[in-house]
């Protein structure tokens, strides 16, 4: 697993940088839930958030080989997955507690804390140990991921722990494979979701809607670890946009809907 830092120098062809990547994903997180409070009937606004959490997954992991302090990593994590919490039910439950339903950052949380586990084990360099301790965390992540009902409940742990396995091996084949075939397996066989009938070339196919959360792999692949803007501002405001959009959603929902 590669821990180089990320490259701050600026790009000799296209790429985009992590801050690119944070913005698009708040972006596409914003019209995921513009439709699940505002614009119901929007329902391509839904089609274009499944795109946002892998984006966030695989920042995340970048986050914990590139942070300089991996316990303030994860204490602002928790941080702000306390802080989201109460917006986060407001906005999917109506109420101030929502016990069946966990906001995003609790499955990133839960994915950063398997990683941790699983390259504090690879560092002992014993293969063996390595392969078994791994299994043990994508198994328990899955399971306390759905247990815990976080967001995406264990197939969005699974996720994390995807792009923390195609970690590190720049941009092989096999790689870009794994990576496609793996996301299409959790979006699509465990996921599923809303299926729509479509016809290409005089056949008819279905089209599953959790299925376009693979086309994040399209600017994650632009992605070559250039950093782009940074600053600690930028760096809260990316934290902070969660729960505080979500506020403002719910009380825009209020005012519209006295």
Not at 200 to 227: K, S, T
Not at 228 to 255: D, R
Request: hydrophobic share 55%; proline share 3%; with cysteine.
């Amino acid at each position: 697993m590669s821990t180089k830092a990320i490259k701050p120098a600026a790009a000799t062809r296209f790429d985009l940088s992590a801050a690119a990547l944070h913005i698009l994903a708040m972006a596409l997180m914003l019209m995921d839930h513009l439709w699940a409070t505002l614009l119901p009937a929007q329902e391509w606004l839904t089609c274009a958030g499944r795109v946002a959490f892998p984006i966030f997954a695989f920042m995340a992991v970048e986050g914990y080989f590139h942070t300089h302090d991996l316990k303030k990593y994860t204490l602002r994590l928790l941080l702000f997955a306390l802080l989201s919490e109460v917006p986060f039910d407001l906005m999917y439950g109506g109420t101030w507690f929502y016990p069946v339903h966990q906001n995003v950052i609790w499955t990133l949380l839960l994915g950063i804390l398997g990683i941790h586990l699983m390259e504090t084990v690879r560092k002992k360099q014993k293969m063996a140990l390595y392969l078994l301790v791994s299994a043990l965390v994508v198994a328990a992540g899955a399971v306390l991921g759905t247990l815990g009902m976080v967001d995406y409940y264990g197939a969005g742990v699974l996720t994390v722990f995807i792009f923390y396995f195609f970690h590190g091996h720049g941009r092989k084949w096999w790689c870009l494979l794994g990576q496609l075939a793996a996301l299409y397996w959790v979006n699509v066989e465990l996921l599923g979701g809303l299926m729509y009938p479509i016809q290409l070339f005089g056949m008819d196919f279905e089209l599953c809607q959790q299925g376009l959360a693979l086309l994040a792999l399209v600017p994650i692949w632009l992605y070559r670890g250039r950093q782009g803007y940074h600053s600690k501002p930028f760096q809260y405001a990316c934290y902070a946009f969660y729960p505080v959009h979500m506020l403002l959603l719910v009380l825009v929902l209020n005012f519209v809907n006295r």
